[in-house]
C-alpha cells in the first residue's frame, strides 16, 4: 500500500526551533516527528511512502538516507522551489501513485492512537472520492457533515464564513474537526486538472462536494496531537508514551 506524509511546510509556529530544522526532525520521545509516521504507518502495511519536502530539504533526504529508508521504500516530493499547498502537492506526486489503488495521506505534526488498516478499509468500502478523518474537537473551524456523514461544506465560527457561500441551515449538519489524515482514490487527480499549481486540498473538497462523495471518518476511542505549537511539545512526549 501507498502512502504520502506532508513534511513541506515551514513549521512557523515552531519557532525558534524551525529556524535550523525541518518540523518532520523536531523530536518526541527521542524520535523526530517524520520516524512516528512513517513507522506508524509501516506497521500498518504501508511499504511505499513519498514524503513532500520544502523546508531544509536536505536535512530530510539525509535522515531517510541515514535510516536506509527503514527497510522501505521511501522517495521523496522535491517542493524547494515552490510551496504547492496540500492540493498541490498531492497533485505533483501523482506519478508515485500509478497503481491505481487508494493512497493514505498524513501530515507529519499529527500523532495519534488511530487504526490506520481499519481506515483503509473503510474507504475501499465505501467506494467514495476521498475519507477524512475527522473527530468532535474544539476549534473555531468546522467542516459540515449530513446525517450520511458525507462532506457538504465548511464554518469559520470566528468569522461566520461559510463555503459554501450561501449554505442555509448550519444547524443541520455535524460539525467535525479534520485530523490531519485522509485517504484518497486515484480518481482524484482526474478532478484536479483544471487547479492551479498551488491550491489547498480543503478548498478543492468543498468544491467538489455537491458532485462527489466526501466522506467523513470518526474513529472509536480517538485521541490525536497537532504537534503544531511549542507550549506541546511536553505534552507530546507523554501523548507517545501512551498513546501511539
Not at 45 to 69: A, C, M, T, W, Y
Not at 142 to 169: H, S, V
Request: aromatic content about 10%; charged content about 25%.
Amino acid at each position: 500500500m501507498k502512502a504520502m506524509i506532508f513534511a513541506a511546510g515551514l513549521g512557523t509556529r515552531l519557532r525558534p526551533l524551525t529556524d535550523n530544522l525541518p518540523k518532520a526532525l523536531i523530536p518526541i520521545a527521542g524520535k523526530p516527528l517524520l520516524e512516528h509516521i512513517i513507522l506508524k504507518l509501516k506497521s500498518a502495511g504501508f511499504d511505499e511512502i513519498i514524503v513532500n519536502v520544502h523546508h531544509f530539504p536536505q536535512l530530510i533526504i539525509d535522515f531517510l538516507k541515514k535510516n536506509n529508508n527503514f527497510g522501505i521504500r521511501i522517495e521523496v516530493s522535491d517542493e524547494s522551489d515552490e510551496l504547492l499547498d496540500t492540493g498541490g502537492g498531492i497533485r505533483k506526486a501523482a506519478g508515485f501513485f500509478d497503481d491505481g489503488e487508494p493512497f493514505l495521506v498524513h501530515n507529519v505534526d499529527i500523532l495519534s492512537n488511530i487504526d490506520l488498516t481499519a481506515l483503509y478499509q473503510n474507504h475501499l468500502k465505501n467506494h467514495s472520492i476521498a475519507t477524512l478523518v475527522v473527530s468532535q474537537r474544539d476549534t473555531f473551524r468546522y467542516l459540515l457533515f449530513n446525517q450520511n456523514l458525507q462532506l457538504c461544506g465548511w464554518i469559520n465560527e470566528k468569522t461566520g464564513e461559510t463555503k459554501p457561500a450561501d449554505m442555509q441551515k448550519i444547524s443541520s449538519f455535524e460539525k467535525l474537526a479534520f485530523a490531519g489524515i485522509q485517504v484518497l482514490s486515484p480518481d482524484i487527480f482526474d478532478l484536479m486538472q483544471k487547479q492551479e499549481i498551488e491550491f489547498p486540498i480543503m478548498d478543492f473538497y468543498l468544491s467538489n462536494a455537491s458532485t462527489q462523495k466526501i466522506d467523513g471518518y470518526v474513529p472509536q476511542n480517538f485521541k490525536m496531537m497537532d504537534v503544531g505549537k511549542l507550549n506541546v511539545l511536553d505534552e507530546a512526549e507523554s501523548f507517545v508514551k501512551i498513546n501511539v
